[in-house]
């Protein structure tokens, strides 16, 4: 073998290392949902599911916690802070790209100096609020204070910042509003960046649990991650009903992941447009 | 439609990109906005278009006051350097997205969006994205886009620049072509003294913001009103003598030549220029004007040039194939009176 062939070898032999590293324990959280108790527990280890169609665990979880509605109120909670994050990103991003007003730089930039602040900081005074508006134990606590971004505003003010001006002059005498400039050009020119975001946005929200567990306390109003964390304490000896909650709960982000990856790559890969 | 402008004027903070411009564009006539880089031909058309807005003056489409009219209600369409199309669009929604806007039916949107791409002859690409076409074809699909609204009047920002030089010379004929066909009153701005030449009815000539002069091609080469028109225009450009002007004749600087110049304007003793295309010195012709040595031959496409001594100042020639030239000859030069001017020197204007 020569030098290069040895170190190729190598290369690849580490980046498969590390890969089966980072896919292991979601291996084992999928298989370990289609086992039966004796196969969980059985020593030394079963690695794969005598049959992979075994759904008896999902069916005793969804049995034992209401995971049904813990997943309709994650989708519920995700789905709505995506979109109102989407409205306030977009809306705030055009804002501070394309209109001019007095002061402009000066808010964005405080804007952007609210970033330094945790977010571990801003839950006392955030649960202060929500407490005064009474929003304590009802869904809109975990949407409300989610609803706009910062981070992903100042990204997509600088994609926004990219495409010429011409193409806005040319909308504007076209006819288009600044809206209507906004849906029809700005919007989809930015595509990928929305994508990222959203997909970002999503992840957040749909494992958001340090926010859910200060303000929920109602069973039937708990997103998946907290009714993961509380069937856990409850199941202590059924693990492979855990893994099966576990894959649930992690599945449908991944699911999402994979259908936007294209978009992903794409939105980092791509600084702006051509000119 | 008519287009009249009137003492306008545009500056930024303090800059004046366009100082007290006066003007009339007929109707249906292609005018070359002319002008060297940051003589603010762009800021006049931006306020033509209503995208600035105006700080002085008045700009009138036939009898109505438009100043103040925002762009979509002026009717005007634009084309801009980089031709500024929609890239997520297809040829087809770029085409339409104006008639889009109008909320024109859909069928109807199509129907003269597809005609317009075939005057400008871009119907076999209406469903390509724009980065998959040359330039010269963005530059038809914008050229559509401004068109397809039938606009009163159409503006276009440097549209040839981006193009290679063969390009650029089809695409001018296209652009006179479709003006032709449309008839709609056309001001095309350009830095290119040979692409106004070629393309306009008219030129006008801009300078630091200023209105030089307004004429057809020709009468701007033949006739300058200054000194700045008679430089910016031809190539090779024209020859400049620096001098004064004593007994009624042109004196070169250094007093070591003496030209008769008939113009009762002159004063005495006026520091004046004298401006003289090379085609209008005729060398070893039985009159002479002035002697001058040979410098240096250089050729230029087909033809003979030289630089020139005259005094301590130097000249470019052509030189004819009747005589054989070398240098360190010495030449006498005949100038011609079509093709020689007197400038002041002070102010530039013609005297
Ligand atoms: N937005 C602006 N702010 C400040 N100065 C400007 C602006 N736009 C143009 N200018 C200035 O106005 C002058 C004319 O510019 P422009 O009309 O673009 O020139 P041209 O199109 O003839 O090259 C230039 O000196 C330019 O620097
Ligand atoms: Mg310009």
Partial sequence: MTKKKVSTFFTYFFLIIGALIMIFPFYWMIASSFKTAAEYNSYPPVWIPSNWLNVSNFVEAFKAAPFARYFLNSVVVTVSCVILTSITTILGAFGFSRMRFPGREVIFGLLLSLMMVPFEMLVITNYQTVTKLGLVD?????????????????????????????????????????????????VPIAKPSLVTIILLDAIACWNSFMWTQLTIHVDKLRTLPMGLFVFMSDEGSNPQLQLAAATVCVLPMIILFLFARKYIVNGVARGGIKG | MRVKIENLTKRFDDAVAVDNFNMTFEDGELVALLGPSGCGKSTTLNMLSGILPVTEGHIYFDEDDVTKVPPQNRGVGLVFQNYALYPHMTVLENISFPLEIKKVPKEERIKRATEMARLVQIDKYLDRKPKALSGGQQQRVAIARALVKQPRLLLLDEPLSNLDARLRLEMREEIRRIQQETGVTTIFVTHDQEEAMSISDKIVLMKDGHLQQVSDAQTLYDDPHNEFVASFLGNPPINKLYGYIKDGKFVLEDGSATVNIDNPNVKEGQTVVLGIR??????????????????????MGK???????????????YLSNDYEFAVGDSVNIKLRKKGSFLFDRETGARI
């Fill in chain 2, 278 to 299: 090379p085609e209008a010195i005729q060398l070893n012709q039985p009159q002479v004007d002035l002697t001058a040595v040979i410098k240096q031959r250089y050729t």
């Fill in chain 1, 138 to 186: 009802t869904l809109p606590v975990l949407i409300l204070p989610f609803s706009t971004s910062i981070f992903y505003t100042y990204i997509l003010k600088n994609f926004f910042d990219s495409i010429p001006d011409s193409l806005y002059y040319s909308a504007r005498i076209d006819g288009a509003s600044n809206w209507k400039y906004l849906w029809r050009v700005m």
């Fill in chain 2, 303 to 317: 033809e003979e040039l030289a630089f020139v001594n005259v005094g301590n100042q130097t000249i470019r020639v």
